[in-house]
C-alpha cells in the first residue's frame, strides 16, 4: 500500500491542524493506521493509531484530549486532528500502516508497520 500525508503547515500555539493520509494500491480496510512523528534530533515516536474498522483507538499521553485519528474506509483516507498545538508538538509527522495482525485490535508499536508515507512537516510557533 502507498500513503501520501499532506495538511502539515505553520501554526501559532493553541492552533489547530488537520492532516489527512491518502492511501492506495491495496485494500485499506485491511491495515492499521498510525500517525507517528519525529523532531530534530529525536527518534520517531507514537502518536496514535486506528483499529481496521476505525472503532477502536489509541494515542500517546502527550497528544491525548488533543488529537484525534480517524479514518474512511470508503475514501482510502485516514485523518488527524490536531488541536490546542504546542510548540513541543513542532515535528515530521507521517502516517503509517500495519498489516492486519491477529490478535491486535490497534498496533502501537512502530517496528509492526511496514509501509510509510513520506511525512508532513508541522511548525507550531510559540
Known amino acids: 500500500v502507498q500513503l501520501q500525508a499532506s495538511g502539515g503547515g505553520l501554526v501559532q500555539a493553541g492552533g489547530s491542524l488537520t492532516l489527512s493520509c491518502a492511501a492506495s494500491g491495496r485494500t485499506f480496510m485491511n491495515y492499521h493506521i498510525g500517525w507517528f512523528r519525529q523532531a530534530p534530533g529525536k527518534e520517531r515516536e507514537f502518536v496514535a493509531a486506528i483499529s481496521r474498522s476505525g472503532g477502536t483507538t489509541s494515542y500517546a499521553d502527550s497528544v491525548k484530549g488533543r488529537f484525534t485519528i480517524s479514518r474512511d474506509n470508503a475514501k482510502n483516507t485516514a485523518v488527524l486532528q490536531m488541536n490546542s498545538l504546542k510548540a513541543e508538538d513542532t515535528a515530521v509527522y507521517f502516517c503509517?500502516?500495519?498489516?492486519?495482525?491477529?490478535?491486535?485490535?490497534?498496533?502501537?508499536?512502530?517496528?509492526?508497520?511496514?509501509?510509510w508515507g513520506q511525512g508532513t512537516l508541522v511548525t507550531v510557533s510559540s
Open positions: 503509517a500502516a500495519a498489516p492486519w495482525v491477529h490478535g491486535i485490535v490497534v498496533v502501537t508499536t512502530l517496528n509492526l508497520y511496514e509501509y
